[in-house]
């Protein structure tokens, strides 16, 4: 009997290292991507999705990212228990518009303060992070904005787009995020993109377009770590 206990401890002890070299030996899992923003993300998403099937899991955040003051409201839900390697973000057309805001509380410095705010508490999580730049605004007055506000109200000029832009650019310079300019992508191709002059929303062939090089700016990102 005790010769039996002996060879059994013998064999348990033996086999225990190839146990843990087996666990030890599993591939891990895809890198996991978040991205953040409101509907122009919302609507390319699918498509980076797809197009980095098999090299990444991309997830957008349930809803609207909105404005940046909803942001900080609601990033800690939105970041979850993941643990994220690359995070592709944007606020931006919200607070240049206004959806969600009191006129008071509309500036780029406000914006900029409230960004700077939500790029340090992305950073604390250790992904590497993508600012897109905001995508350009109507030519014309925004047609949701005239049905809440005067006419006037929902033209944004390219002066106040500049700003806002500006700010944004000098937060990611600050921190040193990677940055993906969308808007430079849809800028001289919003004639052809965009849904309508009144409309800061993109058709499938803009939202296709956006997506590559979303997809191209993630793919990058994972390959440098």
């Known amino acids: 009997m005790k010769k039996l206990l002996i060879l059994a401890s013998l064999l348990i ?3 225990l290292p190839s146990l843990y070299a087996k666990d030890a030996s599993k591939k891990p899992g895809l890198p996991q991507v978040l991205i953040i923003g409101d509907s122009i993300s919302l609507h ?4 980076v999705t797809k197009i980095l099937k098999g090299k990444a899991v991309v997830k957008h955040h349930k809803g609207n990212a909105g404005p940046t003051i909803r942001g900080v409201a609601q990033i800690d839900k ?12 944007n606020w931006g057309l919200w607070d240049m518009y206004g959806w969600e805001y009191w006129e008071s509380d509309r500036s780029p410095a406000k914006y900029k303060k409230r960004l700077e705010k939500l790029v340090k508490r992305l950073k604390k999580t250790g992904a590497v992070l993508i600012w897109a730049t905001t995508t350009p605004v109507c030519p014309k007055p925004e ?4 049905t809440r506000f005067k006419e006037g ?4 000029s390219t002066k106040t787009e500049k700003e806002y832009l500006d ?20 800028k001289g191709k919003r004639k052809k993109y965009a849904l309508a002059d009144n409309d800061v929303h ?23 770590k």
């Open 167 to 186: 700010a944004a650019r000098e937060v990611m310079e600050k921190h040193k995020i990677i940055t993906n300019d969308l808007h430079a992508l849809m």
């Open 143 to 146: 047609q949701t904005m005239v």
């Open 44 to 47: 390319y998403t699918p498509y």
């Open 153 to 156: 109200k929902a033209l944004i």
């Open 13 to 15: 002890s033996t086999a």
């Open 78 to 89: 939105w970041l979850g228990r993941n643990k994220w390697d690359v995070i592709h973000f």
């Open 202 to 224: 993109f058709n499938k062939e803009g939202r296709k377009k956006q997506a590559e090089q979303v997809a191209i700016a993630i793919q990058k990102a994972l390959n440098g």
